[in-house]
């Protein structure tokens, strides 16, 4: 059974500083890990998809690296901005089955 | 949102009344989910679908029952509800891309949630 893993579970950090949250699953045959943002009450909003044969994608200041073989996964987030606070979730779609299996999530609280 | 809409999205309930809800797409994607979250444990997989009457369970199924009888609807239901399943309830779609393992090559898209409460 895939166990994806978020640390750390909350972050603070000042506005400006860079953000770097990490995901990590035990099971490396994937089709692809997707990072989600999630506002409090509010649905999930997919920022970045990346294929399992890609090292890394990158949107605006967000840039999502995967290491399949080691099983890690790691999101930027350069000059962090008040409005970056949200929860972050990583997804992976498992080799074999339709499913994506979730983290827990990073809770990221940017102090203006 | 990729045309996704839940409803209802807010329902309080009672124990043990049957409760449904719906999540419907309008652009003919083949996949769709249900998830429930809560604190501490994260999204959840209940249910997943494939087609039209092709189902499959998730890892917290018992006590949800689902239909898909056309392709844009996909209902979970709640045969009997508990306090325990006082959750959040999303839904979710992958949207189609060729066959085979390339089927898994798209992002999948969520709803804005059923905020269900059991009382």
């Known amino acids: 059974k895939q166990e994806v893993t978020q640390i750390p579970a909350a972050l603070s950090v000042p506005e400006g500083e860079n953000l770097v949250l990490n995901c990590s699953f035990t099971d490396s045959a994937i089709y692809n890990l997707q990072w989600f943002r999630q506002d409090p009450g509010k649905g999930l909003t997919s920022l970045l998809l990346?294929?399992?044969?890609?090292r890394e994608q990158t949107s605006g200041r967000l840039n999502a690296s995967l290491d399949k073989s080691s099983g890690r996964s790691t999101l930027y987030i350069a000059a962090s901005q008040p409005g970056d606070s949200a929860t972050y979730l990583c997804?992976?779609?498992?080799?074999?089955?339709?499913?994506?299996?979730f983290g827990k999530g990073n809770q990221v609280v940017v102090i203006p | 949102d990729a045309g996704i809409t839940q409803s209802p999205r807010h329902k309080v309930t009672e124990t043990g009344t049957p409760v449904t809800l719906r999540c419907h797409q309008t652009e003919n994607h083949r996949y769709m989910y249900w998830y429930r979250q809560d604190p501490g444990h994260g999204l959840r997989l209940i249910h997943y679908?494939?087609?039209?009457?092709?189902?499959d369970k998730g890892e917290v199924s018992d006590g949800y029952s689902v239909s898909r009888s056309k392709t844009e609807d996909f209902l979970l239901t709640l045969e009997s509800a508990t306090s325990s399943q006082t959750s959040v309830y999303f839904c979710?779609?992958?949207?189609?891309?060729?066959?085979?393992?390339?089927?898994?090559?798209?992002?999948?898209?969520f709803g804005q949630g059923t905020r269900l409460t059991v009382v």
């Open positions: 997804a992976v779609a498992n080799y074999g089955n339709n499913r994506l299996a």
């Open positions: 990346i294929q399992s044969s890609q």
């Open positions: 979710a779609i992958r949207p189609n891309q060729g066959t085979g393992p390339k089927q898994m090559n798209t992002e999948a898209f």
């Open positions: 679908s494939y087609g039209v009457k092709d189902t």
